[in-house]
C-alpha cells in the first residue's frame, strides 16, 4: 500500500510520519503538497502535525480551503482510510470530516509529554493490532488540544462506539491527572460514522521506534497497512 502525506505550508511532522511508514514500516509514502487535488495512486491519507498557515486565524480553519482537501473529502467517502494527527486533527474538524472541535489546552500552556492512551476498541481500520484496551505510550505537543462537543455529539460518540483513544494512567485506568489538555471525557483520538477517518491530538509517529522511548505509534500505523492488505487481497484495493 502507499501513504500519502499531506504538506501545507507550516506542516512540520510530514517528514516524520513519512519515516514511520517507510523507514519503520517500510510501506511506499508520498508527500502531497496542499494545492494539488488528485489523490489517484495513495492507499491511505496521512494529515500530519504542525502549524498549518501559522494557525494565524485558528488551528485548521485556513488548511480546510487547500484544494487538496476536497480530494481528502472525495477519497474518505470512497472509504480511503484517513488519519489526521495533532494539527490534522484540526484539520479534519474544521473541513467538517469529524465532529468537534480542538480548543486551548484547560490550563493555557503548550505541552509537549508523553501521555498514554486507552485504545477502546481493536476492531477498527486503526486499532487492531491493539489489544483491548491497552494504554499505547504516545506522546503530545500542543497548545490547542482539548476536544470539545456538544454534550449530545459526545453521547452519540460514546454510544457509537467512536471514541477510539482516551488519555489514561499508565495501568489503563482514566483520570483526571491522566488528561493533559482537559479534552471532554478525555478524548484523545475518535473516528467517522464510516470508522475510516481517524482525529488523534498524540503522534503515533514520534512513538514508532524504541530508540525514541516508545513503538508503540507503529500498533496504529500497522493497523492500517493490515487492514488494507486484507482489503487488496480479498477485495482489490481501495482506491
Given amino acids: 500500500m502507499r501513504f500519502g502525506i499531506l504538506v501545507f505550508p507550516g506542516t512540520w511532522s510530514d517528514t516524520d510520519c513519512h519515516h514511520a511508514v517507510n523507514g519503520v514500516l517500510g510501506q511506499p509514502a508520498g508527500y502531497v503538497w496542499h494545492k494539488d487535488s488528485d489523490l489517484t495512486g495513495y492507499d491511505a ?18 488548511a480546510k480551503f487547500s484544494p487538496v482537501m476536497s480530494a481528502v473529502r472525495e477519497f474518505a467517502l470512497s472509504g ?11 484539520i479534519l474538524c ?3 470530516l469529524l465532529p468537534g472541535a480542538l480548543r486551548r489546552n484547560e490550563h493555557l500552556e503548550y505541552r ?5 492512551l486507552r485504545a477502546e476498541r481493536t476492531d477498527t481500520v486503526f486499532s487492531s493490532r491493539c489489544r ?9 505537543s500542543h497548545g490547542e488540544g482539548s476536544y470539545f462537543a456538544e454534550p449530545d455529539t459526545i453521547a452519540k460518540l460514546e454510544d457509537d462506539g467512536r471514541i477510539l483513544f482516551r488519555y489514561c494512567e499508565p495501568d489503563g485506568r482514566v483520570t483526571d491527572a491522566a488528561n493533559p489538555n482537559g479534552s471532554v471525557a478525555n478524548i ?11 482525529g488523534m491530538m498524540p503522534h503515533p509517529e514520534r512513538s514508532c521506534e524504541l530508540l525514541l522511548g516508545s513503538d508503540d505509534g507503529n500498533l496504529i500505523f500497522g493497523s492500517m497497512v493490515d487492514a488494507l492488505a486484507t482489503d487488496e487481497l ?4 481501495i482506491r
Fill in 45 to 62: 491519507i496521512i494529515v500530519p502535525g504542525g502549524f498549518s498557515y501559522g494557525d494565524y486565524l485558528r488551528a485548521g480553519a485556513i
Fill in 188 to 198: 484523545a483520538g475518535i473516528i467517522n460514522d464510516s470508522g475510516n477517518v481517524l
Fill in 234 to 237: 480479498h477485495k482489490g484495493a
Fill in 80 to 90: 480511503g482510510p484517513v488519519i489526521g494527527i495533532c494539527n490534522g486533527f484540526q
Fill in 94 to 96: 474544521e473541513a467538517g
Fill in 132 to 140: 483491548s484496551q491497552q494504554p499505547l505510550a504516545i506522546p503530545v
Fill in 112 to 116: 509537549c509529554q508523553w501521555t498514554h
